[in-house]
């Protein structure tokens, strides 16, 4: 059975930081490229930033700059660390395997709230 676990989520003031974390098992961690995503209330989800497997990374423009995606294969997690966060940065994120791979999987999702 595969799960994607995301915890790390919470309520931050404008500026802030918050870590998000993405345990994965059920999978080989390894050779899945990972993607965090968002959703606002209204919007449609976006893709936040993404890893692959040999390390390299892609970004939002929206986000470049103040996030950073990186994974740890021994731990099956992928992280996502927020700086700077401001409020248009409040959703419910995301963390999902490989979009190009069937079956894609996801996690449950964790809140992230910036107040201003």
């Known amino acids: 059975q595969v799960q994607l676990v995301e915890s790390g989520g919470g309520l931050v003031q404008s500026g802030g930081s918050l870590r998000l974390s993405c345990a994965a098992s059920?999978?080989?961690?390894?050779?899945?490229?990972m993607g965090w995503y968002r959703q606002a209330p209204g919007n449609v989800r976006e893709l936040v930033a993404a890893?692959?497997?040999?390390?390299?990374?892609i970004y939002a423009d929206s986000v470049k700059g103040r996030f950073t995606i990186s994974r740890d294969n021994a731990k099956n997690t992928v992280y996502l660390q927020m700086n700077s966060l401001k409020p248009e940065d409040t959703a419910v994120y995301y963390c999902?395997?490989?979009?190009?791979?069937?079956?894609?999987?996801w996690g449950q999702g964790t809140q992230v709230t910036v107040s201003s």
């Open positions: 999902s395997t490989d979009q190009t791979r069937v079956p894609r999987y």
């Open positions: 890893i692959f497997i040999g390390g390299s990374t």
């Open positions: 059920g999978i080989i961690f390894s050779s899945y490229s």
